[in-house]
């Protein structure tokens, strides 16, 4: 599968990340707890450069707990400030603003030494599609400003926004690395909803998303489909065992395939099979 989804907008976003750099002190990028090496935009290294960084793992209530602590310590081992939360919680801009004040410390301790008047600490937030940006950007504002759903692509234009009486945001829209080196990382996109649907093989990531069961939540996936399967059992007798389960059949008793697939991928993208971080911290690379 090769993945290549990378819409004109995009690549103005980046020149308007590269130019909002001279404007900011700190970058707030914004990953999926769930993927977050996959979700991170290798792109973004190279444009963000020495900038102090906040790493924010959103949905953390989507994925894995000892997972990501796994990924807090390792992003603190790599210099940048991680904190993990749900973009949806009441407090996400007290523990956002906490992390940023850290970050910035030295910044703000410099230009006090100067005799400059101190202002606003001014941030950047950047992710990819459907990572939950807008949502925690309408959350710290305390009002909406940026549009959410569930459809990669939606915050276009860039705008300032006033968060808490600390922090000026300026939002920026998602961008997306304009090809997949790593087919499995395409995968996981996809999985979380970070990819259009209508863009990539459905068969593809549904098989992934059981063979990743199987391997490191074989019980999850037994218990939720209510099947009789073993770390050996071949992946299409996984999908007949979830056709039979959930009675996804068409005529002639033959298994509804297509049901079976869409049913996987949305059981699996909304956390209803099980909390699951499909990025290792370990083996992430």
Do not use: C
Request: positive net charge; glycine residues 6%.
């Amino acid at each position: 599968m090769s993945i290549n989804w990378f819409p004109g907008h995009m690549a103005k976003a980046r020149r308007q990340i590269e130019e909002s750099l001279k404007k900011v002190d700190v970058v707030i990028e914004i990953l999926d707890a769930r993927i977050p090496y996959a979700s991170k935009n290798p792109m973004l290294d190279h444009v963000i450069g020495d900038k102090p960084r906040v790493v924010v793992l959103n949905k953390k209530d989507m994925a894995n707990n000892k997972e990501t602590d796994r990924w807090i310590n390792r992003l603190k081992a790599e210099g940048v400030y991680p904190i993990a939360l749900n973009g949806k919680e009441p407090n996400v801009l007290k523990k956002i603003e906490n992390t940023v004040v850290e970050a910035t410390k030295e910044i703000f301790e410099r230009m006090e030494r100067k005799g400059i008047n101190p202002r606003a600490i001014r941030a950047m937030i950047v992710g990819i599609p459907n990572v939950g940006k807008s949502t925690i950007i309408n959350n710290i504002a305390k009002r909406k400003v940026a549009k959410t759903g569930n459809t990669p692509g939606v915050t276009k234009a860039q705008q300032w926004i006033k968060a808490g009486t600390k922090m000026e945001l300026l939002d920026t829209p998602g961008v997306l690395w304009p090809k997949f080196e790593d087919e499995s990382i395409g995968q996981k996109l996809s999985l979380t909803g970070a990819i259009k649907d209508n863009v990539v093989n459905l068969d593809d990531i549904a098989i992934f998303a059981l063979k990743f069961m199987q391997e490191h939540h074989l019980d999850a996936l037994k218990q939720f489909y209510n099947i009789n399967i073993d770390e050996n059992t071949e992946i299409v007798e996984i999908f007949d065992a979830i056709g039979q389960s959930r009675g996804f059949k068409m005529s002639g008793n033959e298994i509804d395939y297509e049901r079976v697939t869409e049913r996987v991928i949305y059981d699996t993208r909304d956390a209803k099979i099980g909390r699951f971080t499909f990025d290792l911290a370990e083996s992430a690379e």
